[in-house]
């Protein structure tokens, strides 16, 4: 009769745990307190400025919902946020739409150009819209339309990533029987692949528009016009009131158009389609 082999048990001493552990902790109180004091930040300031900030509140309620009435420039303000955010999806989308087919490993003409495209698409991702804002200003001026094509430059990356992925995952099944009897790449993706992955792309766009939406008035803050600006304006002209109601409007006008936009989803793709 042989020998039964145990498994070995690879026991840590209780005392090592301990060093591991303690060393986590102190590394993590380190990098805290670095960026603490690197930022200046300190919770405390909350408690100690709490007379300032109830102060603040005070000033800025009740809201002044009246200025939707005495400013009518502020329609026209939203107007240019929504637009921004409505051609940086589309334009994006668009392009987008043309380059992911260059960078879907199944429809790409060789692999380098789809790993470069992947690439191209990384970059332009990790370049906040911000930047790719103040760049244009520079070029075409401060407003609404530089705001629009960071927002089109950023949708790009963002799109790209998802329609190639969709176009992947598409269902090889219809593809091979075009295969057989003899279509071209151009058919093979116009009637088999574009198909498949249109929901996919309809749903992305809608996404991306409540995206762009939000980075629309961020934008805007900083020079690129719409309700954005107002709202700076606000806050620079001490308008606490103003900037109050401009603040709840904000919040409205995101909540209405993602039920928009979820409603719009739903009558093109069908209520299975969201989650």
């Given at each position: 009769?042989?020998?039964?082999?145990?498994?070995?048990?690879?026991?840590?001493?209780?005392?090592?745990?301990?060093?591991?552990?303690?060393?986590?902790?102190?590394?993590?109180?380190?990098?805290?307190?670095?960026?603490?004091?690197?930022?200046?930040?300190?919770?405390?300031?909350?408690?100690?400025?709490?007379?300032?900030?109830?102060?603040?509140?005070?000033?800025?309620?009740?809201?002044?919902?009246?200025?939707?009435?005495?400013?009518?420039?502020?329609?026209?303000?939203?107007?240019?946020?929504?637009?921004?955010?409505f051609l940086?999806?589309?334009?994006?989308?668009?392009?987008?739409?043309?380059?992911?087919?260059?960078?879907?490993?199944?429809?790409?003409?060789?692999?380098?150009?789809?790993?470069?495209?992947?690439?191209?698409?990384?970059?332009?991702?990790?370049?906040?819209?911000?930047?790719?804002?103040?760049?244009?200003?520079?070029?075409?001026?401060?407003?609404?339309?530089?705001?629009?094509?960071?927002?089109?430059?950023?949708?790009?990356?963002?799109?790209?990533?998802?329609?190639?992925?969709?176009?992947?995952?598409?269902d090889r099944?219809?593809?091979?029987?075009?295969?057989?009897?003899?279509?071209?790449?151009?058919?093979?993706?116009?009637?088999?692949?574009?198909?498949?992955?249109?929901?996919?792309?309809?749903?992305?766009?809608?996404?991306?528009?409540?995206?762009?939406?939000?980075?629309?008035?961020?934008?805007?803050?900083?020079?690129?016009?719409?309700?954005?600006?107002?709202?700076?304006?606000?806050?620079?002209?001490?308008?606490?009131?103003?900037?109050?109601?401009?603040?709840?409007?904000?919040?409205?006008?995101?909540?209405?158009?993602?039920?928009?936009?979820?409603?719009?989803?739903?009558?093109?793709?069908?209520?299975?389609?969201?989650?």
């Amino acid at each position: 009769m042989g020998e039964s082999h145990q498994p070995v048990v690879d026991y840590e001493l209780p005392s090592k745990k301990f060093r591991r552990n303690a060393t986590y902790c102190l590394g993590f109180a380190v990098i805290f307190s670095g960026v603490s004091i690197a930022l200046g930040f300190d919770p405390l300031k909350i408690i100690y400025e709490f007379g300032q900030i109830v102060d603040l509140v005070e000033r800025m309620a009740p809201p002044n919902m009246m200025i939707f009435v005495q400013q009518r420039n502020l329609f026209d303000s939203i107007g240019e946020t929504i637009a921004m955010a409505f051609l940086g999806s589309l334009f994006g989308g668009l392009l987008a739409f043309m380059l992911a087919f260059l960078a879907a490993s199944n429809t790409t003409p060789r692999p380098i150009v789809a790993k470069t495209t992947r690439t191209l698409f990384a970059i332009e991702r990790s370049i906040p819209q911000l930047v790719t804002m103040l760049v244009f200003q520079v070029a075409v001026g401060i407003g609404p339309f530089s705001a629009a094509l960071a927002l089109i430059i950023g949708s790009i990356g963002m799109f790209g990533k998802l329609f190639a992925e969709s176009i992947e995952n598409v269902d090889r099944g219809p593809i091979e029987s075009l295969e057989a009897i003899g279509a071209t790449g151009f058919q093979r993706i116009r009637y088999a692949i574009i198909p498949a992955a249109m929901p996919s792309f309809i749903s992305s766009w809608f996404y991306s528009f409540d995206i762009n939406l939000r980075q629309a008035i961020v934008l805007g803050v900083y020079g690129g016009g719409g309700v954005g600006m107002q709202l700076h304006l606000a806050q620079k002209t001490l308008n606490y009131k103003n900037m109050l109601a401009l603040v709840i409007f904000i919040i409205v006008l995101i909540a209405s158009m993602e039920r928009v936009s979820d409603y719009l989803r739903r009558k093109m793709l069908g209520s299975n389609t969201l989650k």
